[in-house]
T-cell receptor, first 114, second 113 residues
Framework: DTGVSQNPRHKITKRGQNVTFRCDPISEHNRLYWYRQTLGQGPEFLTYFQNEAQLEKSRLLSDRFSAERPKGSFSTLEIQRTEQGDSAMYLC????????????FGQGTRLTVV | SQQGEEDPQALSIQEGENATMNCSYKTSINNLQWYRQNSGRGLVHLILIRSNEREKHSGRLRVTLDTSKKSSSLLITASRAADTASYFCASSPLSGSARQLTFGSGTQLTVLP
């Protein structure tokens, strides 16, 4: 499977715990995006990387959230001191750069904070 | 908040019928993309239409774009039960953060066998 891969698929955590999600993009894609989707809504942009550089961050990305993309390959999204409001599907996408390009999404990580 | 709005929020049709979903957006765009999402799964890219295009076809899909009205429509012809899913439009703005997509709230399509 050469698509975007996300792990884990599901995560249940207690409020206050830290969680980390991983995204492996399509290998030749240098752009990587994180989105959050709550039930019944469309995805909302969180952050974007071009290679290893984090170029944009949404106001939704509070200081409890941090994302990295070391060496411009896989990316991790960490949420510290989780809150119940963090419960959502976290989606990763990747694309080529330059011009008009399609973004390809992974299956997502569903986070439930109890 | 979502930039786009989709209409209708839910649509139920019989297999073989056509399904039309509409999307409106607020700012000038570079392109608009449509995605499908099965329940609890990731998004599957369906079709991309550029701002200088008015209509595009892909298999049973037909997308139109009216930049003067800031709206787009997705037509699925000869629907099948497997088309049951949520459909989202996503716009890429002309300026500013051109690399992020802004999604609508989606249309839940149910195709009855």
């Amino acid at each position: 499977d050469t698509g975007v891969s996300q792990n884990p698929r599901h995560k249940i955590t207690k409020r206050g715990q830290n969680v980390t999600f991983r995204c492996d993009p399509i290998s030749e894609h240098n752009r990587l995006y994180w989105y959050r989707q709550t039930l019944g809504q469309g995805p909302e942009f969180l952050t974007y990387f071009q290679n290893e550089a984090q170029l944009e961050k949404s106001r939704l990305l509070s200081d409890r959230f941090s994302a990295e993309r070391p060496k411009g390959s896989f990316s991790t999204l960490e949420i510290q001191r989780t809150e119940q409001g963090d419960s959502a599907m976290y989606l990763c996408a990747s694309s080529l750069s330059g011009g008009v390009t399609e973004a390809f999404f992974g299956q997502g990580t569903r986070l439930t904070v109890v | 908040s979502q930039q786009g709005e989709e209409d209708p929020q839910a649509l139920s049709i019989q297999e073989g019928e056509n399904a039309t979903m509409n999307c409106s957006y607020k700012t000038s765009i570079n392109n608009l993309q449509w995605y499908r999402q099965n329940s609890g799964r990731g998004l599957v890219h369906l079709i991309l239409i550029r701002s200088n295009e008015r209509e595009k076809h892909s298999g049973r899909l037909r997308v139109t774009l009216d930049t003067s009205k800031k709206s787009s429509s997705l037509l699925i012809t000869a629907s099948r039960a497997a088309d049951t899913a949520s459909y989202f439009c996503a716009s890429s703005p002309l300026s500013g953060s051109a690399r992020q997509l802004t999604f609508g709230s989606g249309t839940q399509l149910t195709v009855l066998p």
